[in-house]
């Protein structure tokens, strides 16, 4: 089964700086990859995905998430965050087919100072 | 709008009750799935049900049992709730085919406290 790993739970920042968020996966196979944002109070919203091709994944609200399969990574970025980018973000990963599961990372609570 | 519905969206029980959570999907999914998520744990997968007639356990099943009513419909029992299950029980969906096609969608929730 897969796992996946976020790190350093908590991030404050101010706006305007640059957020990354690491994700990493532990999965022989094929995966296909996810990030959700959730705001407060409100439930689960579709970031951006990756299943192929290039591994620079755009997604809305100027997030980016780059695939780096030797690395098992799949991290998120965004060069200048904005207050209302605070929330909460998970990183997900499935196995394609035969695989419906999706396994989520624990998540990155995001506080960004005005 | 196409989506995932889920009911109630807040819940209190007392130690020993039972209840359902109802979802339903109108997109015609083959995939339905059932989350709770507690803080710094993240989503954690309860039960699933790749298809119609079938169910999975995932990694929290216990406490918890499921039934797929037809292909819109996946519920979710609580027989005799205890404080800890205590979280946000989130349901979703995902369709078949190619992987241009995998697409989760969540509903909005359903807060459920259990004293």
């Known amino acids: 089964a897969q796992s996946v790993s976020q790190h350093n739970h908590h991030v404050i920042l101010s706006e305007a700086a640059s957020l990354e968020l690491g994700c990493n996966y532990s999965y022989g196979g094929t995966v296909n990859l996810f990030w959700y944002v959730q705001y407060p109070g409100q439930h689960l919203q579709l970031l951006l995905k990756?299943?192929?091709?290039?591994?620079l994944v755009k997604g809305i609200k100027g997030f980016e998430a780059e695939f780096i399969k030797s690395k098992f990574s799949f991290n998120l970025r965004k060069p200048s965050v904005q207050w209302s980018d605070t929330a909460e973000y998970f990183c997900a990963v499935s196995g394609p087919y035969g695989n419906n599961r999706l396994a989520f990372g624990k998540g990155n609570q995001v506080v960004v100072i005005p | 709008n196409a989506g995932v519905t889920q009911t109630p969206k807040f819940q209190v029980l007392k130690t020993g009750q039972s209840m359902t959570l109802q979802c339903a999907q109108d997109?015609?999914?083959?995939?339905m799935y059932w989350y709770r998520q507690d803080p710094g744990m993240g989503l954690r997968l309860i039960y699933y049900s790749a298809s119609e007639g079938t169910t999975d356990k995932g990694e929290v099943p216990n406490g918890y049992n499921v039934s797929r009513l037809n292909k819109r419909e996946f519920s979710l029992r609580l027989e005799s709730a205890a404080p800890s299950q205590t979280s946000v029980y989130f349901c979703?969906?995902?369709?078949?085919?190619?992987?241009?096609?995998?697409?989760?969608?969540f509903g909005s929730g359903t807060r459920l406290t259990v004293v």
């Open positions: 997109m015609n999914h083959n995939s």
């Open positions: 979703a969906s995902r369709g078949l085919g190619g992987s241009r096609n995998y697409g989760y969608t």
């Open positions: 990756y299943f192929s091709g290039d591994p």
